[in-house]
C-alpha cells in the first residue's frame, strides 16, 4: 500500500520530467532547423574554399572528369586532395537533377549536418544518458566563438568537415557499442571500420588524428583495459586503412594523368606545409581560440574525462574513444598553422566530455545541498551557450547576396569566352564564364604568408594581359595580384561587396 502510494505521488512528477524533455528536444530540433536553413544560399557568403570544392562535382557532370578546372585545363589534384567523393558525388548527384546551384549543394551539407548530430545524440546517449546527450548536441550547435565559425556555419558550407564528422560520428558510435555490446561486437565492429574509413576518405586530415588514436586505442585495450578481444582491435583500423589507402589508389592511378609518381608528387605538394608549422605567434593563436570554445570548458572537460577513464572497464574505455583522438587533435592543431577549423573535430569531439563534466558538477553540488552555486553553474551554461547561439543566429540573420551580385553583372554584361583572370573560385558555380584561376601549387605558400607573414608569393598572372581581371575576398586576403599593376593597367567596371570585376585599357 505504501509502495503503490509514494508511486502514484511520484508518476505527476515523473510525466512532468518526460513532458519537459520532450519540449526541450523539440525546441532543440526547431532551432536546429532554422540555423541551418534561413537564408542558406546567402549566409554566410561562399568564398574560396566552397568554391573550389564545387568545382569538382560541376566539372563532373559537364566534362565527366573528377578534377577541378581552369581555361588551361583540368586540375586533378587540389580540391579533390582535401575533400573526397563522399561529398563531391553526392553534390554531382543534386546537379545533374537540379541543375548547377549553391543552395543544392548547402542542401547536402545540411543533411550531413543533420546526421552528424543524430550520430553524436546517439553517441553521447550511449556514454552519459538522454538528458546530456541533449546537452551535448546544444553544445555542437553552439560552438561558435566571436569571430570564428562553429557546427553551425560548417554544416552550411561545402566543406569536408561536418561530413567528415558524420562518418567519424558513425564508426565511434560503433565501436562504442562493441565495447559496450559484447554480443553484437564483430557487427560493430566491421561497421565502426567502415565509418572511420569514410570519414578518412571525406577529409584526408583525418588520417592524421584517426589512425594514431586506434592504434593507441588497441594497445591500451591490449596491455591495460582488457575489456574488448581482437575483433574490436583489429577490425576497425585494417578496414579503415584499407579504404583510405584503396581511395588513394584509385586517385592516384586512374583520375588524373598516366604519371603515378607525377601524381603523387602533386599530392604532397597539395597537402601543403600548414599541416606541420611549429610556430609560436601559430601556437598562440591557437591557444587563444581553444580557450574561447565552450566558455573555456574544453581543455577541462577532456583532463576530466581522461580521470574519470583510470578505471579498468568497459565504460572507461568506451569514453576513451572520444578522448583519446580530441587531445590528439588538439596537440596537433597547437603545432599546425593554427586555422581554427583545423580543431573543429576536436571541438566536436570534446561536446560529450563538456556535457559530462556540467552534469556531473551540477549533481555534486545538489548532493551537498548548494542550489545556490548549482544555478551559477546553469547560468553560466545559458550564458556561454546564448552567447554562442546568438552569434550564429547574426550570421544567418545577415545574408550577403554580393557573389550572386557579381554573377548576374558577369552574365550581363561580359561575354562568356573572354578569359577572367580570378583567384574566386565560387563565381563559377553562378556563371559559363572562362576563368583562369591561379595555380593550385601556389596556394599553401600564400595562405602561409597571409597567415604567418614573410615574403608574398610570386605570381605573373598579369603578364598574359588577361581582358579582365576580378578581384574579391581571396585575392585581397593573400596578395596575390599586385594592386598598383591592376590599377595602371585596368579600370574598375562594377563592384558588389569585396567584388570587383576590372577591365584591361584598350591600347
Known amino acids: 500500500m505504501h509502495k503503490q502510494l509514494t508511486t502514484d ?30 537564408n542558406l544560399p546567402y549566409a554566410p ?52 537533377l537540379v541543375g548547377v546551384d549553391l543552395l543544392a549543394a548547402r542542401l547536402v551539407i545540411v543533411a550531413y549536418l543533420f546526421a552528424a548530430l543524430w550520430l553524436f545524440y546517439l553517441l553521447a546517449r550511449h556514454l552519459h544518458g538522454r538528458y546530456l546527450a541533449l546537452l551535448t548536441v546544444l ?3 553552439a560552438s561558435r566563438t566571436r569571430g570564428f565559425e562553429g557546427m553551425v556555419e560548417y554544416g552550411r558550407q561545402v566543406l569536408g568537415e561536418v561530413p567528415g564528422l558524420a562518418w567519424l560520428g558513425m564508426g565511434l558510435l560503433f565501436y562504442v557499442k562493441s565495447i559496450l555490446q559484447p554480443a553484437h561486437r564483430r557487427r560493430s565492429a566491421i561497421l565502426a571500420g567502415i565509418g572511420f574509413g569514410m570519414a578518412l576518405i571525406t577529409k584526408n586530415q583525418f588520417a592524421l588524428i584517426v589512425a594514431p588514436s586506434l592504434l593507441i586505442l588497441v594497445l591500451l585495450d591490449w ?84 580521470w574519470r577513464c583510470r578505471q579498468r572497464n568497459a565504460m572507461a574505455f568506451a569514453e576513451l574513444t572520444l578522448t583519446v583522438p580530441a587531445i590528439l587533435w588538439i596537440g596537433w592543431y597547437l603545432v599546425s598553422l593554427g586555422w581554427p577549423r583545423y580543431a573543429f573535430p576536436a571541438v566536436a569531439l570534446g561536446a560529450p566530455a563538456v556535457a559530462r563534466m556540467i552534469g556531473d558538477l551540477l549533481a555534486w553540488l545538489w548532493q551537498r545541498r548548494q542550489p545556490v552555486l548549482a544555478g551559477a553553474v546553469g547560468a553560466g551554461l545559458a550564458l556561454i551557450t546564448g ?32 578569359i577572367i583572370e580570378t583567384w574566386e573560385p565560387e563565381l563559377a558555380i553562378f556563371t559559363d564564364h572562362t576563368y583562369h584561376y591561379v595555380p593550385t601549387e601556389l596556394l599553401d605558400g600564400a595562405v602561409r604568408h597571409a597567415w604567418l607573414g614573410g615574403s608574398p608569393v610570386a605570381y605573373d598572372g598579369l603578364d598574359a594581359n588577361p ?12 596578395g596575390i595580384y599586385d594592386h598598383e599593376r591592376l590599377q595602371r593597367d585596368y579600370a574598375p567596371v562594377y563592384s558588389a561587396g569585396p567584388y570587383t570585376i576590372w577591365q584591361r585599357h584598350t591600347p
Open 223 to 306: 596491455r591495460f583495459m582488457r575489456v574488448g578481444d581482437w575483433w574490436l582491435r583489429l577490425a576497425p583500423p585494417l578496414i579503415a586503412g584499407s579504404m583510405f589507402a584503396g581511395w588513394l589508389l584509385i586517385m592516384l592511378a586512374f583520375l588524373g594523368p598516366a604519371d603515378f609518381s607525377a601524381n603523387l608528387a602533386k599530392t604532397r605538394q597539395a597537402a601543403g606545409g600548414a599541416i606541420f608549422v611549429f610556430d609560436g605567434e601559430a601556437s598562440l593563436r591557437a591557444i587563444r581560440y581553444l580557450v574561447q570554445v565552450y566558455g573555456g570548458l574544453l581543455i577541462p572537460a577532456l583532463l576530466y574525462s581522461l
Open 387 to 418: 552567447f554562442s547561439l546568438s552569434l550564429t543566429v547574426g550570421v544567418v540573420l545577415r545574408p550577403d547576396d554580393s557573389a550572386q551580385r557579381m554573377a548576374a553583372f558577369l552574365n550581363q554584361a561580359i561575354p562568356t569566352d573572354a
Open 45 to 96: 557568403r561562399t568564398w574560396f574554399d566552397e568554391g573550389s570544392h564545387l568545382h569538382v562535382p560541376e566539372t563532373l557532370i559537364r566534362y565527366g572528369v573528377y578534377a577541378d578546372i581552369s581555361s588551361e585545363g583540368f586540375r586533378y589534384f587540389g580540391p579533390t586532395i582535401g575533400v573526397g567523393p563522399t561529398v563531391m558525388l553526392p553534390v554531382a548527384l543534386v546537379f545533374r
Open 9 to 38: 505521488l511520484l508518476r505527476p512528477t515523473s510525466d512532468l520530467v518526460r513532458f519537459g524533455e520532450r519540449a526541450a528536444t523539440l525546441l532543440l530540433v526547431v532551432i536546429i532547423g532554422l540555423l541551418a536553413l534561413v
Open 467 to 478: 581582358p579582365y581581371v576580378l578581384t574579391g575576398p581571396f585575392s585581397a586576403y593573400t
Open 139 to 141: 553544445l555542437l550547435i
